[in-house]
């Protein structure tokens, strides 16, 4: 089994429909990241959390908001999904430290906004 | 400001053929680490290897090597001998000590049979 999934997989929406997407994970790391990816622009960061009381915006959370239920669980919520939202998503978790270990990526998932 | 540039954004080879993808990164940090990471077209993202600021010691693994060099504040990548199941985007990172990582763009890799 996956140690970090993310439902659902894919998602097509309408402009104005309030999203969830959801990220789950089983390796016992307290951060989490929501990240966006766009052709020819990397990754881009949304939000992350350092622990369940703890969340932070990231370079792009314009639009977004997030939920940290769980250590184990990480959510991020388009209220009002706009087309330039389309894109691929990716939850990460990685262990606390002095930023020595990798980030570990769910599979993505992507969000068509017509 | 952290940041981490991949200049080329499109590569090209024939198979077989030996192939170095570039990684600059800009930090004012004196302990950081660099990662690579590889995205097949499948989507996923896969982790391909991880460096500390303090060891530039060249890594050697299989097909892949990579070159750490302080001086010129970079971290590049070669393919030996280039394989069909090489074609993917390539992603260098930085990541500081507040644990944040920051992507370049990526290099998509193409390799042609």
């Known amino acids: 089994d996956a140690d970090v999934t993310q439902t659902p997989r894919n998602r097509i929406t309408k402009t104005g429909k309030r999203i969830m997407l959801e990220c789950s994970q089983t390796k016992g790391h307290d951060r989490m990241y929501w990240y966006r990816q766009d052709p020819g622009l990397g990754l881009q960061l949304i939000y992350y959390?350092?622990?369940?009381?703890?969340?932070n915006k990231g370079e792009i959370s314009d639009g977004y908001s997030v939920s940290r239920q769980a250590q184990a669980k990480f959510s991020l919520s388009l209220e009002s999904a706009i087309p330039n939202q389309t894109a691929l998503y990716f939850c990460a978790t990685s262990d606390s430290g002095q930023g020595s270990n990798e980030q570990f990526f769910g599979p993505g998932t992507r969000l068509t906004v017509l | 400001a952290q940041k981490v540039t991949q200049a080329q954004t499109e590569i090209s080879v024939v198979e077989k053929e030996d192939v170095t993808l570039d990684c600059v990164y800009e930090?004012?940090?004196?302990?950081?680490?660099l990662f690579w990471y590889k995205q097949p077209p499948s989507g996923e993202l896969v982790f391909l290897i991880r460096r500390n600021s303090f060891d530039e010691q060249n890594e050697i693994s299989g097909r892949y090597s990579w070159n750490f060099q302080k001086s010129t504040s970079s971290f590049n990548f070669t393919i030996t001998a280039s394989q069909v199941v090489d074609s993917a985007v390539y992603f260098c990172a930085l990541s500081d000590t507040g644990n944040q990582f920051y992507f370049g763009t990526g290099t998509s890799l193409t390799v042609i049979p």
């Open positions: 930090t004012r940090d004196t302990t950081y680490y």
């Open positions: 959390s350092f622990d369940v009381k703890d969340i």
